[in-house]
Nanobody, 123 residues
Framework: QLAESGGGLVQPGGSLILSCTAS????????IGWFRQAPGKEREGVSCIDSSGTVTNYADSVKGRFTISRDNVKNVAYRQMNSLKPEDTAVYYC??????????????????WGQGTQVTVSS
């Protein structure tokens, strides 16, 4: 089971750190993806990190502002979000799938999904 945390209300230009914690299974050998869905829009891939933790991938809309990382000892993945914009407002989901190292797609091919956490960027 995956659980996201760290969402909330933040002003434009602010920062948040989202966490994705796995319980009942290990994140070892699994790529981790972060996705978001805004009201009335399709779900989009935002960032991902491969099973080795050395390969990351970001959507153009968040490059330079978001950073994904993982701690396999703690069984947690993180996403640091800086310079937040109102258009970043969405429900954010993490997802995992067993994949070979260096594989890190931003498509919805993942097996296990969290319930999501709301991020609202507004003044």
């Amino acid at each position: 089971q995956l659980a996201e945390s760290g969402g909330g209300l933040v002003q434009p230009g602010g920062s948040l750190i989202l966490s994705c914690t796995a319980s009942e299974f290990t994140l070892d050998y699994k790529a981790i993806g972060w996705f978001r869905q805004a009201p009335g829009k399709e779900r989009e891939g935002v960032s991902c990190i491969d099973s080795s933790g050395t390969v990351t991938n970001y959507a153009d809309s968040v490059k330079g502002r978001f950073t994904i990382s993982r701690d396999n000892v703690k069984n947690v993945a993180y996403r640091q979000m800086n310079s937040l914009k109102p258009e970043d407002t969405a429900v954010y989901y993490c997802a995992t799938k067993r994949m070979f190292p260096a594989m890190c797609p931003l498509t919805s091919t993942y097996d296990d999904w969290g319930q999501g956490t709301q991020v609202t960027v507004s003044s």
